[in-house]
Nanobody, 119 residues
Framework: QVQLVESGGGLAQAGGSLRLSCAAS????????MGWYRQAPGKQREMVAI???????TYVDSVKGRFTISRDNAKKSVYLQMNNLKPEDTAVYYC?????????????WGQGTQVTVSS
């Protein structure tokens, strides 16, 4: 199994910045895709940003130009730099990965970290 531990959430004012971090741990696994999803109250979970093992990235339109996803393969970590935050960015942010645990690729989720943006 793969465990994902997020950090960096919290409270920010509109226009401010936060940086989320997520580190993966476990036994004998290799990571393919890493990313971030979010879920606001009363809404479905949505993809925020994904980064492939090649370094290619994908963002939801609402965060393009404001958020940047990056990864450190040596540390098995993924980061989300969030700038120019808006109140609509308020949500629980979940780290996500697709990893090969030896018996095939599996999806794993972190427990989530709250991001609250005040206007």
């Amino acid at each position: 199994q793969v465990q994902l531990v997020e950090s960096g959430g919290g409270l920010a004012q509109a226009g401010g910045s936060l940086r989320l971090s997520c580190a993966a741990s476990g036994r004998r696994f290799s990571i393919n895709t890493m990313g971030w999803y979010r879920q606001a109250p009363g809404k479905q979970r949505e993809m925020v940003a994904i980064i492939l093992s090649t370094g290619a990235t994908t963002y939801v339109d609402s965060v393009k130009g404001r958020f940047t996803i990056s990864r450190d393969n040596a540390k098995k970590s993924v980061y989300l730099q969030m700038n120019n935050l808006k109140p609509e960015d308020t949500a629980v942010y979940y780290c996500y990965t697709i990893a090969d645990i030896g018996s095939g690729y599996r999806h794993f989720w972190g427990q989530g970290t709250q991001v609250t943006v005040s206007s």
